[in-house]
């Protein structure tokens, strides 16, 4: 089985400090874990994976997000946020061995930056 | 190049009624989801389609839906005798493939059922 819980329902940061939103997973196999950036009316668009290698990932628009196996998280982060940043936040998992092509999404984080 | 394209962007149907949603991936993503998304709720599977054929249908909530993808790119969602809990986004996105790849989703259709 897999899941994902992102902690926060909504994230507040003024415009230039550093930013993050937090994930955390279960997984029986390894994860496969995505973020994804959802603004008003619109579809959700990606923003970065984490497959294998490197635990720092870098993705779109200066965010980046950091696989910790042991604490099974993958927090995105970004170091001087945008008031255009603003937006809502999605983790997803999906588990490397459990034959299933499905991920399965957090419920969302809204970030709000204040100018 | 073009995203994921969805249609119509809202639409407005009685209790009771037939909606067809529909949903133009990328080319050449082989990979076709459905997902369904309430107000402050992540997007919930509905069915995965890899080429023409329904690869897992498990996240349709009753037999009043159903989705094909006929030649294995535009995709239709219908939804029989709709109910008012039908009403939320339907989201649709695609990938180059069904393991590691990231989807890429449509601005999604509205359905509200009255």
């Known amino acids: 089985a897999q899941s994902v819980a992102q902690p926060e329902d909504q994230v507040n940061v003024a415009e230039g400090n550093p930013l993050t939103v937090k994930c955390t997973y279960s997984v029986s196999g390894n994860p496969y874990l995505f973020w994804y950036v959802q603004y008003p009316n619109r579809g959700l668009q990606f923003l970065l994976k984490y497959i294998t290698g490197d635990n720092l990932v870098k993705g779109s628009y200066g965010f980046e997000a950091e696989f910790n196996k042991s604490q099974t998280s993958f927090h995105l982060k970004k170091p001087s946020a945008l008031v255009s940043d603003s937006a809502l936040y999605f983790c997803?998992?999906?588990?490397?061995?459990?034959?299933?092509?499905?991920?399965?999404f957090g419920r969302g984080t809204s970030l709000i930056v204040h100018p | 190049g073009a995203g994921v394209s969805q249609t119509p962007s809202n639409k407005v149907t009685e209790k009771g009624k037939y909606v067809e949603l529909r949903c133009d991936p990328i080319s050449g993503h082989t990979a076709l989801y459905w997902y369904r998304q309430s107000l402050g709720q992540g997007p919930e599977f509905l069915i995965y389609?890899?080429?023409?054929?329904?690869?897992?249908d498990s996240g349709l909530p009753n037999d009043r839906f159903f989705a094909v993808r006929p030649e294995g790119s535009v995709s239709t969602l219908k939804i029989q005798r709709t109910e008012r809990g039908d009403s939320a986004v339907y989201l649709c996105?695609?990938?180059?493939?069904?393991?590691?790849?990231?989807?890429?989703f449509g601005p999604g259709t509205r359905l509200t059922v009255t």
């Open positions: 389609f890899q080429g023409t054929g329904a690869a897992d």
């Open positions: 996105a695609s990938s180059l493939g069904g393991s590691g790849y990231e989807q890429y």
């Open positions: 997803a998992v999906r588990d490397e061995s459990g034959g299933s092509y499905i991920p399965t």
